[in-house]
C-alpha cells in the first residue's frame, strides 16, 4: 500500500521559514519522481517544486530562489525548505510521486500517481 505522509506545516511570521517533509511507503523510492504542489481555499492547485529521481529540480517563479526541494533516498523522504514567506504562500501543500519515466520535468498535477493528505502552511502576523 502506497503511503505518502506530509509534516512540518504550521503558523509562521512574514519573513520566517518553514521546512516540509514528506515519508513515502510502499514504493521504491529512488525510482520517483516527487513533487510539492499547494492549494489555497478557492483556488486551484498549484505547483510548487519537483525533483527527479536523478536529483534534479525544477520551480515555478513565484516561489524560485525562496523555496529548496531536496529528497534523502535512505530515509525515503522527501523536504521542502522554505525561506521569506509571504502571506501570500498559505495554502494546504501536498507532497506527490510518481514512478513514471518521464524526459521532463513534471509540474502539472496529473503527471502524478500519488499524492499525501497535505499540510497546512499559514503565513501570517
Known amino acids: 500500500q502506497v503511503q505518502l505522509v506530509e509534516s512540518g506545516g504550521g503558523l509562521v511570521q512574514p519573513g520566517g521559514s518553514l521546512t516540509l517533509s514528506c515519508a513515502a511507503s510502499?514504493?521504491?523510492?529512488?525510482?520517483?519522481?516527487l513533487g510539492w504542489f499547494r492549494q489555497a481555499p478557492g483556488k486551484e492547485r498549484e505547483f510548487v517544486a519537483t525533483?527527479?529521481?536523478?536529483?534534479?529540480?525544477y520551480y515555478p517563479d513565484s516561489v524560485k530562489g525562496r523555496f529548496t526541494i531536496s529528497r534523502d533516498n535512505a530515509k525515503n523522504t522527501v523536504y521542502l525548505q522554505m525561506n521569506s514567506l509571504r502571506p501570500e504562500d498559505t495554502a494546504v501543500y501536498y507532497c506527490?510521486?510518481?514512478?513514471?519515466?518521464?524526459?521532463?520535468?513534471?509540474?502539472?498535477?496529473?503527471?502524478?500517481?500519488?499524492w499525501g493528505q497535505g499540510t497546512q502552511v499559514t503565513v501570517s502576523s
Open positions: 506527490s510521486a510518481d514512478s513514471n519515466y518521464a524526459y521532463r520535468y513534471k509540474f502539472l498535477a496529473r503527471d502524478y500517481d500519488y
Open positions: 510502499g514504493l521504491t523510492f529512488s525510482s520517483l519522481d
Open positions: 525533483i527527479r529521481r536523478g536529483g534534479s529540480t
